[in-house]
Structures are given as C-alpha cells and as structure tokens.
T-cell receptor
C-alpha cells in the first residue's frame, strides 16, 4: 500500500527567503514521486517528478526535491521565494503495481509575504 | 496549444438532477481521469480510463458515471444518487507508457454547486 503525508498544511515565508515543503511517503514498492502546484481555481501543474534516476530532481520555476529512501522523504525546496510562488502544493506518490493510480497528499498552502 | 479543456467552469445542480461535466484533450493521451477535490482533502479518484470503451472505478465512484466513446473525450455525469456533489472536479490525462511514472496533465476544473 502507498500513502503520502504532507507535514505542514500551511507554510509562510518572506519573499526572497528559502522555501521548504515537507513530504513523507510510504510504499511497498519502488515509487514514483511527483510535486504539483495549484493556483486558485486552476488545475494542477507538474513541478517535478522522481522515477528512480537521480535522487536530486530539478523542476520548473527554480524548485527542486531530494528523494531520501532512508528517511522516506521527498521534500520540495526553493532557494528564494517569489510572490508568484504563493499557491497550494501537492506531493503525490504512485507505485508500479497500482496501475495508473496516484495517491495525493492533502496539500500545503504556501503564503509569500513582501 | 495542446491541453485539456473542461467545461463549464461553474455549474449548478438542482436537487434530483443529473449533470454532465465535459472533458476534452488534444494531447493524444490514452489514459484519462476524473478527480474530486474538497477543501483540505487533496484529490480523490472517481473514475479512470486507460483506453477507449473501457473504464474503471476509483476510490469514490458511487453516484457518478462516465463514458469513453472517443479517445479525446471523457465526460463525467454526477447523478442524483450523489448526495454531496458540491466540489471542484478535475479532469486529467496521461500517456499509458509505464503507467505509474507518467505525469498527469490537468484541466482547469469545474466547480459544481447545489442550488
């Protein structure tokens, strides 16, 4: 069985400071992991994905995430927050034996203050 | 531009009424999905289809129905049996490929409310 836990429902940072959004997962098999971003009243946009290649994954808009198997974590980071980064972020896990099913975390709302 | 189009953006349902949400994609993806999003709960899978004329129930299929007569289209009907239909509905598509490692592409959603 697979599951994903986003450890913070809300994160607030100042513009120009680092962003850290935390995600832990559980999986019986080698998982694929994704981060998506959702702006208000919009669909989800893929930020990055991990599929058992390099453990440090670079995504769009300066975001990156590191897969740590020993800690079962896939935290999302960005060195310097921009006002446009304010949105809802979802960590997602998928297992090879679950077909096409994605398992979504409950989301982290990122607030960026001037 | 290739993408997924959901319509309408806002929809209102009367008690006892069925309503249909449209989802069209021009990405040439084989697989399509419907999710329901409620505040603070992430996304939950309603139905998915890997190929034309075939679809499977997701985690919360009760009160919903779908069809997949064309590769490009995957409409969702919210029936009167769905007692709490107020939510944001998202359609997605992906390549089949290896399945689990294919990212899904999302439409901009339909917000359904009860009158």
């Amino acid at each position: 069985a697979q599951s994903v836990t986003q450890l913070d429902s809300h994160v607030s940072v100042s513009e120009g400071t680092p962003v850290l959004l935390r995600c832990n997962y559980s999986s019986s098999y080698s998982p694929s992991l994704f981060w998506y971003v959702q702006h208000p009243n919009k669909g989800l946009q893929l930020l990055l994905k991990y599929t058992s290649a390099a453990t440090l994954v670079k995504g769009i808009n300066g975001f990156e995430a590191e897969f740590k198997k020993s800690e079962t974590s896939f935290h999302l980071t960005k060195p310097s927050a921009h006002m446009s980064d304010a949105a809802e972020y979802f960590c997602v896990v998928s297992e090879g034996n679950s077909g096409y099913a994605l398992n979504f975390g409950k989301g982290t709302s990122l607030l960026v203050t001037p | 531009d290739g993408g997924i189009t959901q319509s309408p953006k806002y929809l209102f349902r009367k008690e006892g009424q069925n309503v249909t949400l449209s989802c069209e994609q021009n990405l040439n993806h084989d697989a399509m999905y419907w999710y329901r999003q409620d505040p603070g709960q992430g996304l939950r899978l309603i139905y998915y289809s890997q190929i034309v004329n075939d679809f499977q129930k997701g985690d919360i299929a009760e009160g919903y129905s779908v069809s997949r007569e064309k590769k490009e289209s995957f409409p969702l009907t919210v029936t009167s049996a769905q007692k709490n239909p107020t939510a944001f509905y998202l359609c997605a598509s992906s390549l089949r490929g290896e399945g689990s490692n294919q990212p899904q592409h999302f439409g901009d959603g339909t917000r359904l409310s009860i009158l």
